[in-house]
């Protein structure tokens, strides 16, 4: 399930020359779809035009679906201009290690339904990704990896955020901070198709090889085939 995120009146953040992150990421989530696609993965989508869709719906469409992995497609914004390059989250249930990103991540998702059902659905969210922590860990690591070596980036790890729209996944879940659309050469290049293409092989390679680290793995085990 690919979440671009914001949309409708939410635009998230925007570059220095106007591109909007709502814009910006509803193109990589194409993109990334079809190189996923052809890989031969089925992609299905949070939402495919310009409309807002409440955080707490987006992870609930990927538990209905009952899709393998759910991957919300974010533009960075930061203070210093020079801050360049993918950061890969995976949930916190604690504290992260970015406020500001979180803040404005979150910001679109209002407060949480107040009902004492929705109260118990909420705790019920929170176990759901909880169980799949270290599974999102792994797949944060596979494809930030792969986005170093297409920004030439060496040592940037993965970081760990209470992003509302990764709390409600039944399944492994990242949030990718894809470039900062605040740094305006990267901006530049989110407008190119070539670039955008380029990001999705990226995701789509990590992709690929946390299947092939993991559920590969686990198929055999439950086949119990015999080595
Ligand atoms: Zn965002």
């Known amino acids: ?60 469409a990927a538990n209905a679906k009952g899709s393998d992995l759910f991957l919300s497609l974010h533009l960075n914004a930061a203070r210093a201009k020079s801050a360049r390059g993918s950061e890969v989250f995976f949930l916190s249930l604690g504290k992260g290690d970015d406020d500001e990103v979180v803040a404005v991540e979150n910001a679109g998702a209002g407060s949480a339904p107040g009902s004492p059902d929705s109260v118990v659905a909420s705790i019920l969210d929170d176990l759901a990704q909880k169980a799949f922590l270290k599974d999102s860990e792994q797949l944060a690591v596979t494809i930030q990896g792969q986005l170093n070596r297409l920004a030439g980036i060496k040592e940037r790890g993965v970081k760990q955020a209470p992003f509302v729209v990764l709390r409600g996944a039944a399944m492994p879940a990242v949030l990718v901070e894809v470039a900062f659309i605040s740094n305006p050469k990267e901006e530049a290049k989110l407008k190119d198709p070539a670039f955008r293409a380029k990001v999705a092989e990226a995701i789509t390679l990590g992709v690929r090889r946390y299947f092939a680290a993991t559920n590969g793995a686990v198929r055999r085990r439950q086949v119990g085939g015999p080595d």
Do not use: C, N, Q
């Open 1 to 60: 399930m690919l979440d671009a995120g914001h949309g409708g009146d939410d635009w998230g953040a925007h570059g220095p020359k106007g591109l909007k992150e709502k814009t910006a990421a509803l193109e990589i989530a194409r993109a990334v779809g079809a190189k996923l696609e052809a890989a031969g993965f089925e992609a299905a989508y949070t939402r495919e035009d310009d409309t807002f869709i409440p955080l707490w719906d987006r992870a609930s």
